[in-house]
């Protein structure tokens, strides 16, 4: 069982930066982050492999950045330019790879992030 514990998030003007970070327990293959803001979906927001490969909404490209440290056990996600539309709760990701193929995700609990205009 991956636990996921996120750090980060809070009440910034528009135009400002945030930075979240997430460990993970162990090494895992995939992480990053999804978000849900009132009366949506959650949708994503960016992944990183253990290549460092990563994905992007296209709503965010060129805003946010996302990175893992070396050890791979740690993802953040640098929020730059941000805009009211970006208000909604973070929540971490990870997808695990077995060694069968199969693959469970797991989230963390969720950090809020308020954008005010």
């Known amino acids: 069982q991956v636990q996921l514990v996120e750090s980060g998030g809070g009440l910034v003007q528009a135009g400002g930066s945030l930075r979240l970070s997430c460990a993970a327990s162990e090494i895992v293959f995939v992480m990053g982050w999804y978000r849900q803001a009132p009366g949506k979906q959650r949708e994503l927001v960016a992944t990183i492999t253990g290549g460092s490969s990563t994905n992007y909404a296209d709503s965010v490209k060129g805003r946010f950045t996302v990175s893992r440290d070396n050890a791979k056990i740690t993802v953040f996600l640098q929020m730059n330019s941000l805009k009211p539309e970006d208000t909604a709760v973070y929540y971490c990701?990870?997808?695990?790879?077995?060694?069968?193929?199969?693959?469970?995700?797991?989230w963390g609990q969720g950090t809020q992030v308020t954008v005010s205009s």
């Open positions: 990701y990870a997808r695990q790879i077995r060694t069968d193929g199969t693959f469970k995700d797991y």
